[in-house]
């Protein structure tokens, strides 16, 4: 359909200017009766069904987003070329993905970071955007990630040789391969592998389904959060199963309200493939907690209550909301335990730690796992809230303060409005900065 501009395009000899190229498509759209598609992708980043464009636009791509079984698919390429298929189904979405693929060959050959290749699930999140600036930053996005492999790639190959170089350098031509000392030959040590690692992880686990207390991550708030929201929520449920899993001693974790339907779910399937195998120690379901545990047992912990934790309490079950709110910071989980019943909780953040100004005290699900692991073994709080990023912390903001001052009078010139070199504090950095 648009091989002649494309063609002309790539012919060198050929020198088309911008403003050419887009009459050259504008004229082809609209001979193939794609005007509205053309404005919408092409001239304009309101997204589809605003005042400006009326109701005319690209169709709507709700397919992509209604559940699907994922208990079956390893990869989010799997599911994406499943939801792909089913979306293409549609003439009016096949005509949009035509749209949309010709689209990315322009910004290609006019020299935009555009990568060489996009996998199923790029598509899926390219078909969801609806501004054509924002495509344009994704598709930036994923360009920076192809070099980033790219580069990576190469360094591991030229590492490679590199070893090779030198394990050729060690050889004795006397001595046997399998008698040399080496690297990569025979050693002292034990060779300990991934799997062996894992075994032994593994093994933790189902010792404290056991005997080590039990905590729930309450995953019901999929509806209070944005599809970024939730891919940022299933990596820090990720974490929080990978730092637990790797303390000497952890926790029985359990996740509750779990919607195996959901956004959430085909993200954390993505991240650990193997959780529902038979012999792999994760406890997932889509009960209520209060269907499984006694309810006088439970203590929700939310940062909007009143009630201190002291210590930490063997005996009690404790919960944590899997919620990710940076936009609203609405009080979700004091809500829903005010709701249900139950007892509340926040961790004494501020009677150990000094937070500084215009730092928020949100933690992340992985954070706070990792303050109760902590606790749970060593029940000393300062210890456990190590876990909590410095870069929040009042002292840590002073120390760049400093660097900031240092970096200032080093300059020529600069030292003459300083009053005091030891006036550090927060409430005089105005004088430090530079005019």
Same mark, same amino acid.
């Given at each position: 359909?648009?091989?002649?501009?494309?063609?002309?395009?790539?012919?060198?000899?050929?020198?088309?200017?911008?403003?050419?190229?887009?009459?050259?498509?504008?004229?082809?759209?609209?001979?193939?009766?794609?005007?509205?598609?053309?404005?919408?992708?092409?001239?304009?980043?309101?997204?589809?069904?605003?005042?400006?464009?009326?109701?005319?636009?690209?169709?709507?791509?709700?397919?992509?987003?209604?559940?699907?079984?994922?208990?079956?698919?390893?990869?989010?390429?799997?599911?994406?070329?499943?939801?792909?298929?089913?979306?293409?189904?549609?003439?009016?979405?096949?005509?949009? *993905?035509?749209?949309?693929?010709?689209?990315?060959?322009?910004?290609?050959?006019?020299?935009?970071?555009?990568?060489?290749?996009?996998?199923?699930?790029?598509?899926?999140?390219?078909?969801?955007?609806?501004?054509?600036?924002?495509?344009?930053?994704?598709?930036?996005?994923?360009?920076?990630?192809?070099? /980033?492999?790219?580069?990576?790639?190469?360094?591991?190959?030229?590492?490679?040789?590199?070893?090779? /170089?030198?394990?050729?350098?060690?050889?004795?031509?006397?001595?046997?391969?399998?008698?040399?000392?080496?690297?990569?030959?025979?050693?002292?040590?034990?060779?300990?592998?991934?799997?062996? =690692?894992?075994?032994?992880?593994?093994?933790?686990?189902?010792?404290? =389904?056991?005997?080590?207390?039990?905590?729930?991550? !309450?995953?019901?708030?999929?509806?209070?959060?944005?599809?970024?929201?939730?891919?940022?929520?299933?990596?820090?449920?990720?974490?929080?199963?990978?730092?637990?899993?790797?303390?000497?001693?952890?926790?029985?974790?359990?996740?509750?309200?779990?919607?195996?339907?959901?956004?959430?779910?085909?993200?954390?399937?993505?991240?650990?493939?193997?959780? *529902?195998?038979?012999?792999?120690?994760?406890?997932?379901?889509?009960?209520?907690?209060?269907?499984?545990?006694?309810?006088?047992?439970?203590?929700?912990?939310?940062?909007?209550?009143?009630?201190? =934790?002291?210590?930490?309490?063997?005996?009690?079950?404790?919960?944590?909301?899997?919620?990710?709110?940076?936009?609203?910071?609405?009080?979700?989980?004091?809500?829903?335990?005010?709701?249900?019943? $139950?007892? =509340?909780?926040?961790?004494?953040?501020?009677?150990?730690?000094?937070?500084?100004?215009?730092?928020?005290?949100?933690?992340?699900?992985?954070?706070?796992?990792?303050?109760?692991?902590?606790?749970?073994?060593?029940?000393?709080?300062?210890?456990?809230?190590?876990?909590?990023?410095?870069?929040?912390?009042?002292?840590?903001?002073?120390?760049? $303060?400093?660097?900031?001052?240092?970096?200032?009078?080093?300059?020529?010139?600069? !030292?003459?409005?300083?009053?005091?070199?030891?006036?550090?504090?927060?409430?005089?950095?105005? /004088?430090?900065?530079? /005019?």
């Amino acid at each position: 359909m648009y091989s002649r501009v494309l063609r002309n395009l790539l012919n060198t000899r050929n020198n088309y200017p911008l403003i050419k190229l887009a009459s050259e498509f504008k004229n082809i759209f609209i001979s193939q009766g794609f005007k509205n598609n053309y404005r919408w992708n092409f001239t304009s980043s309101a997204p589809y069904g605003s005042p400006k464009h009326g109701k005319s636009g690209p169709p709507e791509p709700s397919e992509l987003l209604k559940p699907v079984d994922a208990s079956n698919l390893k990869t989010k390429d799997q599911l994406a070329e499943m939801r792909m298929k089913e979306f293409l189904k549609n003439p009016d979405n096949e005509k949009h *993905y035509k749209i949309l693929e010709l689209e990315l060959e322009v910004m290609r050959q006019s020299g935009e970071l555009v990568p060489s290749h996009l996998k199923p699930r790029d598509w899926v999140e390219l078909l969801l955007i609806t501004s054509r600036q924002r495509r344009k930053r994704f598709l930036e996005f994923l360009f920076g990630l192809e070099m /980033k492999e790219k580069n990576a790639a190469e360094k591991r190959k030229i590492k490679a040789e590199e070893r090779v /170089k030198t394990l050729d350098a060690l050889e004795d031509p006397g001595i046997p391969d399998y008698l040399q000392y080496k690297l990569g030959g025979n050693n002292m040590f034990i060779r300990i592998r991934d799997n062996t =690692m894992n075994q032994m992880y593994n093994w933790r686990l189902m010792r404290a =389904m056991m005997f080590s207390p039990k905590l729930v991550l !309450d995953c019901g708030y999929e509806d209070k959060m944005t599809r970024v929201e939730t891919k940022n929520c299933a990596k820090q449920l990720m974490f929080a199963f990978a730092a637990n899993r790797e303390s000497d001693d952890p926790l029985d974790v359990h996740f509750c309200n779990f919607n195996q339907s959901g956004l959430l779910h085909e993200e954390l399937y993505s991240f650990i493939p193997t959780m *529902y195998e038979p012999d792999f120690p994760i406890n997932i379901t889509q009960k209520s907690y209060l269907d499984l545990f006694p309810k006088d047992k439970l203590v929700y912990l939310t940062p909007d209550c009143h009630q201190t =934790m002291d210590n930490f309490d063997a005996e009690a079950i404790y919960i944590v909301g899997a919620i990710v709110d940076k936009v609203a910071g609405s009080p979700s989980s004091l809500a829903k335990a005010k709701r249900e019943g $139950l007892r =509340m909780a926040k961790l004494p953040i501020d009677k150990y730690l000094s937070f500084g100004g215009g730092s928020g005290k949100s933690l992340t699900i992985n954070q706070v796992v990792a303050i109760l692991n902590d606790l749970y073994t060593t029940r000393d709080w300062p210890h456990a809230l190590r876990h909590v990023p410095r870069r929040k912390l009042h002292d840590n903001r002073q120390q760049q $303060l400093q660097k900031r001052l240092s970096y200032y009078l080093s300059s020529p010139g600069n !030292d003459t409005d300083v009053r005091s070199l030891r006036d550090f504090t927060l409430n005089s950095r105005n /004088k430090f900065r530079a /005019k």
